[in-house]
């Protein structure tokens, strides 16, 4: 079956499950639902009893026909006919609104549990996989489990009904019936060979389409970018390319399911030819009656339907059963951060120390290796260093974003793993290089930190950021919109939106990982007003490359390929002559005032 697999891998989180296990899972989700669904079993038996009622009505009243034409008998025929159909339509639409919302219920509480655990997810989960790909386990897959949960109460329904049928047949004759009975093990049988190419197709299926969502997703998000260099082109291309893999797959999970069918109604044929030809002689020979005859001809319409539908659902089970191993694959995975307990600290002052601390993010990426770092509460530090020397690697795990290997980071003298996570990240706040403002007000995203803060706390915190001047370039104050991402401000706002928003958590240590890489120097210059407020009395790391932010520090840290090298004040460092003294040359000296004044001075001569 490689020619289904089409280059598509399956994610790292994802599990195999026994078709067992999952099928014991999803009776697990409709537990709570037990009252709905007996009133959905009630309703199945006695839709299943109308319709096999209706045939052996009309044959019966066949039977009266021919034995006494006259008008009140076939009126009476009709009538029951007429009361029997609408009962059983009545039954099954009862049935269909009380299962409608037991399924609705069980999908309800399934997509709440998979974004929950989208939720529980590590950081570093997010960046190994797509978000479209996980947005596609949400929304797609949850969908397509319900179908799986339709098909089984199609499927219950249909099993009693053919029961039914064969009851009443065997009454009737015993010879024509078993012509039925043998047609099951075949017809069963050719259906299970579907069974194992139906469940890989299906997930491949689901795979592609997971592939193109993500694609889609990020090339809205990246649309700026790929206009910028021209390059809608080759994004189209791309997505052309991988729009016709999921059509090919799709293709051949259509083919599979698709093919059953024809050969089922080839076997389905086969007996009805034989009911024909035993029913026809025994009608000739007078055996059977003319109400018989119908009723063996009607039950056996009546009766091929949902036994190809019983041997054809093990086929479109699989639909359901991949759908829900991809969802609980994502609920199930676990988490690479692991606490070792649920420590609440009341108060955090803010000292933080590593502990000969040793940090990958894979096998062959080492990124610190036995590094050990004191940083007392209310101190500013500023990690500089190289790209790959490990500073955004520092933030994030004292964020608790990754789980490192060994050694202890701890928090106020507490191992940071026996803290409760949640209520730790109470006390901490960061501010990134881009920060993400979610749709709304200007108000809406400072509030994000404390829903519950009131209006006026929310402008103090705005007007503590560089007194507040900036919210005057605002169309519409605190209540402008942000649009998507924020995109209707400008960089420099967001991160003015950001540090407020920080201001009103009021933490007790703020992680800087470039805030202001980002922006130009009059508008850097406004953020750092902004920078002074908000760190003020805080233990703050710093993670920069403009020297703006790190020059009014307590202690620079010099990283080099995840190790210490060097550590102290501005002067002292820079009268060492060492790596930081480099630099500073390098990168730092021209965003000095005294040499943007001198450029200025060269600019005019």
């Given at each position: 079956m490689g020619f289904l697999m089409d280059g598509l891998d399956a994610e790292g989180y994802d599990r195999k499950y026994a078709d067992g296990d999952l099928v014991r899972r999803i009776i697990r989700y409709f537990k709570p639902q037990s009252q709905k669904m007996t009133i959905v079993g009630v309703l199945v038996l006695l839709s299943s009893l109308s319709s096999t009622a209706l045939p052996v009505v009309i044959s019966r009243g066949l039977d009266a026909i021919q034995a006494d034409p006259r008008d009140a008998i076939i009126v009476t025929v009709a009538v029951l006919?007429?009361?029997?159909?609408?009962?059983?339509?009545?039954?099954?639409?009862?049935?269909?609104?009380?299962?409608?919302?037991?399924?609705?219920?069980?999908?309800?509480?399934?997509?709440?549990?998979?974004?929950?655990?989208?939720?529980?997810?590590?950081?570093?989960?997010?960046?190994?996989?797509?978000?479209?790909?996980?947005v596609s386990r949400v929304t797609s897959d949850t969908h397509a489990f319900s179908q799986v949960v339709n098909l089984v109460m199609e499927l219950v329904s249909q099993i009693l009904l053919v029961g039914l049928l064969l009851i009443y047949l065997t009454l009737v004759d015993a010879q024509l019936t078993l012509v039925l009975i043998l047609m099951i093990p075949v017809i069963m049988g050719v259906a299970l060979a579907f069974r194992k190419i139906a469940r890989v197709t299906v997930t491949q299926s689901r795979r592609a389409r997971a592939e193109v969502s993500a694609l889609i997703q990020e090339s809205v998000a990246g649309i700026g970018v790929a206009k910028t260099f021209r390059q809608e082109t080759s994004m189209y291309g791309d997505f052309l390319g991988l729009n016709r893999r999921s059509f090919r797959i799709n293709l051949r999970t259509g083919y599979v399911f698709t093919g059953i069918f024809p050969i089922l109604n080839v076997l389905a044929g086969i007996g009805t030819a034989g009911l024909v030809f035993f029913g026809g002689r025994g009608l000739v020979?007078?055996?059977?009656?003319?109400?018989?005859?119908?009723?063996?001809?009607?039950?056996?319409?009546?009766?091929?339907?949902?036994?190809?539908?019983?041997?054809?659902?093990?086929?479109?089970?699989?639909?359901?059963?991949?759908?829900?191993?991809?969802?609980?694959?994502?609920?199930?995975?676990?988490?690479?951060?692991?606490?070792?307990?649920?420590?609440?600290?009341?108060?955090?002052?803010?000292?933080?120390?590593?502990?000969?601390?040793?940090?990958?993010?894979?096998?062959?990426?080492?990124?610190?290796?036995?590094?050990?770092?004191?940083?007392?509460?209310?101190?500013?530090?500023?990690?500089?260093?190289?790209?790959?020397?490990?500073?955004?690697?520092?933030?994030?795990?004292?964020?608790?974003?990754?789980?490192?290997?060994?050694?202890?980071?701890?928090i106020d003298g507490v191992d940071i793993?026996?803290?409760?996570?949640?209520?730790?990240?109470?006390?901490?706040?960061?501010?990134?290089?881009?920060?993400?403002?979610?749709?709304?007000?200007?108000?809406?995203?400072?509030?994000?930190?404390?829903?519950?803060?009131?209006?006026?706390?929310?402008?103090?915190?705005?007007?503590?950021?560089?007194?507040?001047?900036?919210?005057?370039?605002?169309?519409?104050?605190?209540?402008?919109?942000?649009?998507?991402?924020?995109?209707?401000?400008?960089m420099g706002q967001r991160q003015l939106v950001a540090l407020a928003r920080i201001m009103l958590q009021n933490p007790s240590i703020i992680i800087l990982d470039e805030a202001t890489a980002s922006v130009d120097p009059m508008t850097e210059a406004l953020i750092q007003e902004g920078l002074d407020a908000v760190l003020k009395g805080r233990t703050s790391i710093v993670i920069a490359h403009r020297l703006s932010?790190?020059?009014?520090?307590?202690?620079?840290?010099?990283?080099?390929?995840?190790?210490?090298?060097?550590?102290?004040?501005?002067?002292?460092?820079?009268?060492?002559?060492?790596?930081?003294?480099?630099?500073?040359?390098?990168?730092?000296?021209?965003?000095?005032?005294?040499?943007?004044?001198?450029?200025?001075?060269?600019?005019?001569?």
């Open positions: 006919a007429v009361g029997v159909g609408v009962l059983g339509w009545l039954f099954n639409f009862v049935r269909r609104w009380y299962s409608s919302q037991a399924i609705g219920d069980v999908v309800l509480k399934l997509r709440e549990d998979a974004f929950e655990a989208v939720l529980r997810r590590d950081l570093s989960f997010f960046d190994a996989y797509p978000s479209g790909k996980i020979f007078g055996t059977l009656t003319a109400g018989d005859y119908f009723l063996f001809i009607q039950g056996m319409l009546m009766f091929w339907f949902p036994l190809t539908s019983i041997a054809s659902f093990w086929s479109q089970f699989q639909l359901g059963l991949a759908a829900g191993e991809r969802v609980f694959s994502l609920i199930d995975d676990d988490p690479k951060v692991r606490q070792t307990g649920s420590t609440v600290l009341k108060t955090i002052k803010g000292a933080i120390t590593f502990e000969n601390l040793s940090f990958r993010y894979t096998d062959k990426e080492q990124v610190l290796d036995n590094f050990s770092l004191r940083i007392n509460a209310g101190e500013s530090v500023a990690l500089v260093g190289h790209t790959g020397a490990g500073k955004s690697s520092i933030g994030k795990l004292i964020a608790r974003f990754y789980e490192f290997q060994s050694g202890r980071i701890l793993r026996s803290l409760d996570l949640q209520a730790f990240r109470r006390h901490l706040g960061v501010v990134t290089q881009t920060p993400f403002l979610f749709d709304g007000t200007v108000a809406d995203n400072i509030r994000y930190g404390r829903r519950e803060a009131t209006d006026a706390e929310v402008e103090r915190a705005a007007r503590q950021i560089a007194n507040g001047d900036w919210l005057d370039t605002l169309p519409a104050g605190l209540e402008t919109t942000v649009g998507e991402r924020g995109s209707s401000l400008s932010t790190i020059r009014n520090v307590d202690r620079i840290i010099v990283l080099k390929q995840g190790q210490i090298i060097e550590e102290g004040s501005h002067d002292s460092l820079m009268a060492n002559g060492g790596h930081y003294a480099e630099l500073y040359n390098t990168y730092f000296r021209h965003q000095s005032i005294q040499y943007i004044e001198a450029s200025k001075y060269l600019l005019e001569e």
